[in-house]
């Protein structure tokens, strides 16, 4: 089956066509370079040992999409191409859902044209209200507190309505807690440009001694040691979450809606802890005062995977720490 993967050359996507290749999908890749730079497909044929497609180009552009399908023909869809800077977003709104929702239309126009109606989407815990308790639950009020947020909202509702038409769409929705690692090679890992937003990276980043210490973003929430938990997911496992959805869609049409985390929350303590224990360097840190918008903890229920996908997560924080720091030891 051939799958076409928008942001293929972007942190998710890349470890996601490794999986699909190695899986026996024929995986062909699109993505505007926006985010992600033309060395990552060396390293994806590097680790495939083969040469993988590769079209240059923006959603936002439908001929080139209509010529994509036009010369392809794939059976489906894997679609991580977004923008997903939460602050960014705040900032450029226009931008977020111009690219986000208006690229993801484009995209379905240019499927339905072509009679392709299997699509996986890239969606966020961030989707949910952060007044639910956690564990979040596929079913609890969705209430997004940011553009970025909001853009995965209004594609979900999009995709919602499609699935309730006559035309036979098989749609997965994931919700992705927090990714961290690499793909084990030392490849594939994540490289925001200038100072980087989330946790991982930014620990990497003072592990190499780019960065003088981290901020520890709230010492007094009421979790075990004070500081924020997330439910952190290897990349690997995450992009194995996507077979398991295509596995699903290929029984039929509807639409499937599905947390991809490990079910655990950690600290931002015991990320720094673990990071320091499996990598033998140490990071300085300072507590810092709370950032707006974060929520004490945010974690997932994992069951309705588990039952409808058989998807569970198994790789462990340390492996995380240690493939993270690979990566950026090693990154070029
Ligand atoms: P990424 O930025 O590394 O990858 C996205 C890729 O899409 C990039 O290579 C970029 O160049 C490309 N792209 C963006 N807009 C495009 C457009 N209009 N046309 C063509 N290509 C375009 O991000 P990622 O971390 O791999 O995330 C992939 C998806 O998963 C995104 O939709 C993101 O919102 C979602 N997601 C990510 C996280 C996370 O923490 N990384 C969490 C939840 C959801
Ligand atoms: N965090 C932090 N310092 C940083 C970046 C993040 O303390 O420099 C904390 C943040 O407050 C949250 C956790 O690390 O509790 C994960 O944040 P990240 O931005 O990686 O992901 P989010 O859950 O916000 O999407």
Partial sequence: MKILVTGGLGYIGANTVIALAEAGYEAIILDNLSNSRMAVLGDIEGILDREVPFYKGDLLDEKFLEGVFN???????????GLKAVGESVALPLKYFENNVAGTLNLLK???????Y???????????????????TEDMPLGPTNPYGDSKWMVEGILRRLSETHDP????????????????SGLLGEDPRGI??????????????EL?????????????????????????DLARGHLMALTALSRGRGLGIYNLGTGRGHS????VRTFERVNAVKIPYEYHSRRPGDVAVSFADTSKAAKALGFKASIS????????????????
């Avoid at 010369?71 to 191409?81: C, L, M, S, T």
């Avoid at 924080?317 to 070029?332: F, G, H, I, P, V």
Wanted: overall charge neutral; proline content about 7%; aromatic content about 14%.
């Fill in 268 to 271: 931002v303590l015991e990320v």
């Fill in 212 to 236: 003088k210490f981290l901020r520890i973003f709230g010492s007094d929430y009421d979790t075990m040691d004070g500081t924020g938990v997330r439910d952190y997911i290897h990349v690997a």
């Fill in 118 to 136: 299997r699509v996986v989407f890239s969606s966020s815990a961030t989707v949910y209200d952060p007044q639910n308790p956690p564990p979040f």
């Fill in 196 to 209: 980087p937003n989330n946790l991982m990276p930014y620990i990497t980043r003072v592990a190499k001694g």
């Fill in 169 to 184: 769409w098989a749609i997965g929705i994931l919700r992705y807690f927090n990714p961290l690692g690499a793909h084990e």
């Fill in 317 to 332: 924080l340390e492996t995380m720490c240690r493939d993270a720091w690979r990566y950026e030891k090693t990154k070029k």
């Fill in 71 to 81: 010369k392809e023909h794939p059976d489906g869809v894997v679609h991580f191409a």
């Fill in 110 to 116: 240019v499927m339905k044209a072509f009679e392709v």
